[in-house]
């Protein structure tokens, strides 16, 4: 079982760029799955972009497609969000998840870190 701890969230105003980070703790970080979520006020919790365990396969949602770019470092334990270009409507909690599988549900979730996008 891992554990992750986002950081990297702020205030940034529209068309600018920020970088999560996703820290993970556990002996088998390096073979999970991870994403990245979002949870705007009012909402429900949204995919935003995944990867697979190795880095071989990303997946991003079609509102970031473009602007938002997901890597991971297993030897620093690490997946990063990278957002550029971004929109007010990108205002949300991101949460980071991961899950053993390629597939189905995430098992794992961080705290969440706020994100604010000002016009």
């Known amino acids: 079982q891992v554990q992750l701890t986002e950081s990297g969230g702020g205030l940034v105003q529209a068309g600018g760029s920020l970088r999560l980070s996703c820290a993970a703790s556990g002996r088998f970080y390096s073979t999970y799955n991870m994403g990245w979520f979002r949870q705007a006020p009012g909402k429900e919790r949204q995919f935003v972009c995944s990867?697979?365990?190795?880095?071989?396969?990303?997946d991003y949602a079609d509102s970031v497609k473009g602007r938002f770019t997901i890597s991971r470092d297993n030897a620093k334990n690490t997946v990063y969000l990278q957002m550029n270009n971004l929109k007010v409507e990108d205002t949300a909690i991101y949460y980071c998840?991961?899950?053993?599988?390629?597939?189905?549900?995430?098992?794992?979730w961080g705290q969440g870190t706020q994100v604010t996008v000002s016009s």
């Open positions: 998840a991961a899950r053993y599988s390629a597939y189905g549900s995430w098992t794992t």
């Open positions: 990867i697979l365990w190795n880095g071989g396969s990303t």
